[in-house]
């Protein structure tokens, strides 16, 4: 048994009104093996069955610890259900007996920031994988309120474990072609991020620094057909007129011809005034926060989060917004 108690009395008073839930700590064939979750009062309470359980007193603490997976589930659950808390204890008995105890000065108190978001999280109580994914997703997702320098590269992190599961795709390109394509397709599904791109306006996206990402990541690397491929993927006058700005800067990398071709497609498309919310999500996430991860994480830009706030920071603040919607939707609607 693990009892586990917290800051706050999130749960019924009365014991017949307390919360119960199973999760589940190991799948084989067609048997599932269960913990039992028991929410009252400040408390949560961890109770299970093990063949075998190691002698030493780290139970929560070695690799891939079952006992620890029910634990961080238990605990995700109330964070992003119900409330922030913090952790005033865990007390693990094996047999009535106390294993090991971990105070409160010596728990890492991740739990204790508010949240701009409410998940359901229900399917941390479901079949293994999923339940194990979203515990990875939704553990990223808490760090990224904790930790707010660092709330870009956590937020990617949750955003690239769905990804990957959900498209089964292990290249990044793949990844996010796949989500492309179900953006265009299944858009009714990615309600949070799409009613988030229907506020957006030109000024939002202009205050992004996207002629590098135009140039490094479309002409650089492809040349002016894959700008020209690129470009008439989009439809959306918000993004087109980005593009639009942006090539006064690039002019100079092109044939006068290869110029003319693509800023003739630009001002037809802006003259028709389509709005193509998914344009703008393909926009901010799959191609200028791709580009932000890309220069961060492999070094090719300096730390955003160095010293003092700057505009580096600002920007990577900025997108995690429209970042984590998406991360919503795909946990809610897609996992």
């Known amino acids: 048994m693990i009892i586990i108690k917290i800051s706050k009395q ?9 919360i119960n839930k199973k999760i589940i700590y190991y799948s084989k064939k067609d048997n599932n093996y269960y913990d039992k979750v028991e929410y009252s009062k400040d408390t949560i309470k961890i109770s299970g069955n093990r063949s ?14 079952t006992f620890y997976y029910s634990l961080v589930k238990s605990l995700l659950y109330v964070y992003f259900n119900i409330d ?3 952790v005033n204890s865990i007390k693990v008995f094996k047999n009535g007996n106390k294993v090991v105890a971990y105070s409160e000065d010596s728990i890492m108190q991740v739990f204790s920031e508010k949240k701009s978001l409410e998940i359901n999280s229900e399917k941390l109580f479901g079949e293994k994988y999923i ?8 553990m990223n997702l808490t760090m990224s309120y904790k930790y707010k320098d660092l709330k870009f590269d956590y937020t990617w ?27 265009e ?16 306006d030109y000024n939002y996206l202009d205050k992004y620094f996207v002629n590098g990402m135009i ?17 008439r993927s989009f439809n959306d006058k918000r993004v087109l007129c980005i593009f639009k700005k942006v090539f006064d800067y690039q002019k ?7 110029y003319d071709n693509i800023k003739g497609y630009i001002d037809s498309e802006i003259k028709k005034k389509n709005k193509k919310n998914t344009d703008v999500i393909r926009f901010i996430i799959l191609k200028y926060g791709y580009y932000l991860r890309c220069k961060f994480f492999h070094g090719e830009q300096i730390p955003a989060n160095f010293l003092i706030f700057n505009a580096n920071l600002l920007e990577l603040d900025r997108i995690t917004e429209p970042l984590q919607l998406v991360c919503v939707d795909l946990l809610e609607k897609k996992l």
Do not use: W
């Open 84 to 86: 922030c808390f913090e």
């Open 157 to 183: 992190k949750c955003f690239n474990t769905l990804i990957r599961v959900i498209f089964n795709k292990h290249k990044d390109f793949d990844m996010l072609k796949e989500l492309k394509e179900d953006l």
């Open 10 to 18: 999130l749960f019924p008073e009365k014991l017949d009104d307390k």
């Open 52 to 65: 075998k359980i190691d002698e030493s007193k780290n139970l929560l603490e070695s690799k891939n610890s």
């Open 131 to 138: 339940s194990d994914t979203m515990m990875n997703a939704l």
């Open 185 to 200: 397709e299944n858009s009714k599904l990615y309600e949070k991020s799409i009613k988030f791109a229907d506020e957006v």
């Open 215 to 231: 140039y490094n990541n479309i002409l650089r690397q492809g040349g002016a057909k894959s700008m020209i491929e690129s470009v």
């Open 252 to 258: 100079n990398k092109m044939e006068p011809k290869e």
